[in-house]
Nanobody, 126 residues
Framework: QLQLVESGGGLVQPGGSLRLSCAAS????????IGWFRQAPGKEREGVSC????????NYADSVKGRFTISRDNAKNTVYLQMNSLKPEDTAIYYC???????????????????WGQGTQVTVSS
């Protein structure tokens, strides 16, 4: 069974940091582009960042540039999202998603992603 599982969410004060993990089971991430998305209550899902299968290419939403860093460790079958200088507006459920590198454009459109995790809650509040 192909599965993505996010972890690392929680409650953090403004200015703080969190590192989210996206671990795959049932398949290897080596040939997959991985994206991070978030959805806040009452808002549409927003693309946050994505990383190519090799890790050499990354893409970020303007709202997180300079604060978030995406990375991957294919040996651990895991992708990370390091989030620094967190703001209350970063509060959302964060999801990771995967699409095979041969099946996607760059950066992939949200509709191209085939596999999705269940999400992890990030709350930024004092």
């Amino acid at each position: 069974q192909l599965q993505l599982v996010e972890s690392g969410g929680g409650l953090v004060q403004p200015g703080g940091s969190l590192r989210l993990s996206c671990a795959a089971s049932g398949f290897t991430l080596d040939y997959y582009v991985i994206g991070w998305f978030r959805q806040a209550p009452g808002k549409e899902r927003e693309g946050v960042s994505c990383i190519s299968s090799s890790g050499r290419s990354t893409n970020y939403a303007d709202s997180v540039k300079g604060r978030f860093t995406i990375s991957r460790d294919n040996a651990k079958n895991t992708v990370y999202l390091q989030m620094n200088s967190l703001k209350p507006e970063d509060t959302a459920i964060y999801y990771c998603a995967a699409v095979h590198l041969l099946s996607s454009s760059w950066p992939p459109e949200v509709e191209e992603y085939d596999y999705w995790g269940q999400g992890t809650q990030v709350t930024v509040s004092s």
